[in-house]
């Protein structure tokens, strides 16, 4: 007999943009782009060429996400445990998102997209990023398309460390502190929470990605791995959220009058 608990394999067919509800989309959606290394090593090459490869994946999503006129997409680029990695990696991936920042900005911003970087400016990460952070964060401010995020030394936990110290620093007293002064001290506080977020490669973790926003998020996962991942996967991921029921801890149905925010 088959174990009840056996998962079939998450790959799903790609859809086609025109096959999703256009009246239910989601207003942010964010990846966390894994498999690199491990699509790599299934071709007998180094891992760095799987984060070269995961390049034509992202482009294609940014795009595809724009043409779906998403307003929100944020995607995980390098983690604040990432920094754990083998030095020859870690100064592949910051020289890897450089060379990217470099060469793809002007598109990104010829198609009116903002961007924006989420994560901590610490002193791991080489000044000529940062600069290229900025040169782009200037770039592109002006711009009214789909905000692309890049989750770049980010954590969760860092993001909630940050926000709490912040409000420290505001020194804003106890008893007036709720969800909402919580929000405001986010690295994005305009960001809406993101109603889906896509997780490739077969890991079912979050591994420390949007930990507050993703609070009420709907978790696709698909085993493809990122550099195989097309804007079509994105789609597919999509639908599947057009299938899911948000109840938010409610009944379906429209909310009681009782029910307090
Ligand atoms: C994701 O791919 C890229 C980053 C985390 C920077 P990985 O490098 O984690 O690839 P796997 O998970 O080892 O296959
Ligand atoms: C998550 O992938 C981080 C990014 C995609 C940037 P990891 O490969 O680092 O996560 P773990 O190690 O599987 O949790
Ligand atoms: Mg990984």
């Not at 502190?177 to 979050?206: C, F, Q, W």
């Amino acid at each position: 007999m088959m174990d009840h608990w056996a998962e079939a394999n998450r790959y799903v067919a790609r859809v086609e943009l025109s096959a999703l509800d256009r009246t239910r989309m989601p207003r942010h959606v964010a990846v966390v782009m894994d498999g690199n290394g491990r699509w790599a090593q299934r071709r007998g090459l180094p891992r760095t060429e799987g984060h070269a490869a995961g390049e034509e994946a992202l482009m294609d999503v940014i795009w595809g996400a724009s043409d779906a006129g998403l307003g929100w997409l944020t995607v995980y680029a390098f983690s604040t445990e990432n920094w754990k990695r083998p030095v020859d990696e870690v100064r592949y991936l910051m020289g890897f998102n450089e060379r990217l920042l470099l060469t793809r900005r002007d598109e990104i911003h010829a198609r009116n997209i903002r961007m924006q970087f989420l994560g901590r400016r610490d002193w791991r990460v080489p000044r000529r990023i940062l600069r290229r952070i900025d040169e782009t964060l200037e770039l592109t401010r002006n711009n009214t398309g789909m905000v692309l995020s890049m989750a770049f030394n980010y954590g969760g936990r860092a993001e909630l460390v940050d926000a709490v110290k912040s409000i420290v620093e505001a020194r804003v007293p106890a008893s007036k502190i709720n969800e909402k002064t919580i929000r405001a001290h986010l690295y994005d506080p305009s960001m809406p929470d993101p109603e889906l977020v896509i997780r490739t490669s077969g890991e079912l973790r979050t591994s420390n990605f949007l930990m507050w926003e993703a609070a009420y998020s709907e978790l696709v996962f698909t085993d493809v791995l990122w550099p195989d991942f097309r804007r079509g996967d994105l789609f597919a991921g999509i639908a599947e959220f057009q299938q899911r029921k948000r109840r938010f801890g409610g009944l379906d149905g429209p909310p009681s009058s009782s029910a307090s925010g």
